[in-house]
């Protein structure tokens, strides 16, 4: 669905606009369907600040929560941007909005140049499905629909379908474990904490950290020797962090066992 996004309403002669530490994919996208583009830096805090947003562009796309870094932009602030470019698709992609943010959704009514997108594969445990949703006005729908029935018009099969109607009509179960993942995350947060660790604040069900005399590449090095795997980017601004994934209490546990280790030992000793 966002590859479709991306060919429905980013084709332009001025760029798309996105943070210049996000989902990986929208460069891909662009590359794939020759969109050209322009990086906006985040803030020193890794924030977005919308106010870099306004100047002439193809279009805006953004990760709220942001990937990899957990960061929560307001409602308030999505308004602003919607409000300051209005000849312009501005699209919100809610991968992580279950773990922690409020839903863009609410604005769709008002901002015909809103699009925001969700996917089952996170909140909703079921990445294999292959299942996302977009929902803004009827015209940016249609030009979806085009793409999408040019493409296939049968993109998502029955038993998908079947599969994400039942997974949204299971409200108990999506909020015990949306619930389950924001309170390990908490403690997990906690716990990096009291290892040194500076955490971002996250709303997704990762988290992303920095220990202040370790480096990053070696310590995610050390842990993939204990059979714990952490994920390191090799990317300016961000090559000291991991982005940690948010685990169940007993995975969380065996993750700061080895950390625990892999900081005492004689080769990280201060
Ligand atoms: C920010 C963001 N958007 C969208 C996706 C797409 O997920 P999927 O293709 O599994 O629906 C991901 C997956 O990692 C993501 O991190």
């Given at each position: 669905m966002l590859a479709h996004v991306f060919q429905a309403l980013f084709q332009h002669s001025t760029p798309l606009l996105f943070p210049d530490?996000?989902?990986?994919?929208y460069p891909v996208y662009c590359g794939l369907y020759g969109i050209g583009y322009t990086t906006i830096p985040l803030a020193n805090?890794?924030?977005?600040?919308?106010?870099?947003?306004?100047r002439p562009n193809g279009g805006i796309i953004f990760a709220n929560p942001n990937a990899p870094t957990g960061c929560l932009l307001s409602l308030a602030d999505i308004e602003w941007l919607l409000t300051h470019n209005r000849d312009s698709a501005v699209v919100v992609d809610?991968?992580?909005?279950?773990?922690?943010g409020d839903t863009a959704i609410a604005l769709v009514d008002r901002y015909p140049n809103l699009l925001v997108t969700q996917t089952l594969s996170k909140s909703r445990s079921l990445?294999?499905?292959?299942v996302g949703l977009a929902v803004g006005h009827p015209e940016l729908i249609e030009a979806l629909e085009r793409i999408k029935n040019s493409f296939n018009?049968?993109?998502?099969d029955r038993l998908a379908i079947a599969g994400a109607v039942a997974a949204f009509a299971d409200r108990d179960h999506f909020e015990y474990t949306r619930r389950a993942v924001i309170a390990s995350r908490e403690q997990l947060r906690t716990a990096l904490g009291e290892f040194g660790f500076e955490v971002l604040p996250s709303a997704a069900n990762f988290v992303f950290a920095r220990h202040p005399r370790r480096d990053a590449a070696e310590l995610a090095a050390a842990l993939r020797q204990y059979g714990v795997i952490v994920r390191h980017f090799h990317q300016p601004r961000i090559e000291q962090f991991l982005r940690i994934t948010v685990g169940n209490p007993e995975q969380n546990a065996a993750l700061l066992a080895v950390l625990g280790e892999v900081l005492e030992s004689r080769r990280w000793r201060d």
């Amino acid at each position: 669905m966002l590859a479709h996004v991306f060919q429905a309403l980013f084709q332009h002669s001025t760029p798309l606009l996105f943070p210049d530490i996000t989902y990986s994919f929208y460069p891909v996208y662009c590359g794939l369907y020759g969109i050209g583009y322009t990086t906006i830096p985040l803030a020193n805090d890794f924030t977005l600040r919308v106010a870099d947003y306004r100047r002439p562009n193809g279009g805006i796309i953004f990760a709220n929560p942001n990937a990899p870094t957990g960061c929560l932009l307001s409602l308030a602030d999505i308004e602003w941007l919607l409000t300051h470019n209005r000849d312009s698709a501005v699209v919100v992609d809610e991968a992580y909005i279950d773990f922690g943010g409020d839903t863009a959704i609410a604005l769709v009514d008002r901002y015909p140049n809103l699009l925001v997108t969700q996917t089952l594969s996170k909140s909703r445990s079921l990445a294999g499905l292959r299942v996302g949703l977009a929902v803004g006005h009827p015209e940016l729908i249609e030009a979806l629909e085009r793409i999408k029935n040019s493409f296939n018009s049968y993109p998502l099969d029955r038993l998908a379908i079947a599969g994400a109607v039942a997974a949204f009509a299971d409200r108990d179960h999506f909020e015990y474990t949306r619930r389950a993942v924001i309170a390990s995350r908490e403690q997990l947060r906690t716990a990096l904490g009291e290892f040194g660790f500076e955490v971002l604040p996250s709303a997704a069900n990762f988290v992303f950290a920095r220990h202040p005399r370790r480096d990053a590449a070696e310590l995610a090095a050390a842990l993939r020797q204990y059979g714990v795997i952490v994920r390191h980017f090799h990317q300016p601004r961000i090559e000291q962090f991991l982005r940690i994934t948010v685990g169940n209490p007993e995975q969380n546990a065996a993750l700061l066992a080895v950390l625990g280790e892999v900081l005492e030992s004689r080769r990280w000793r201060d």
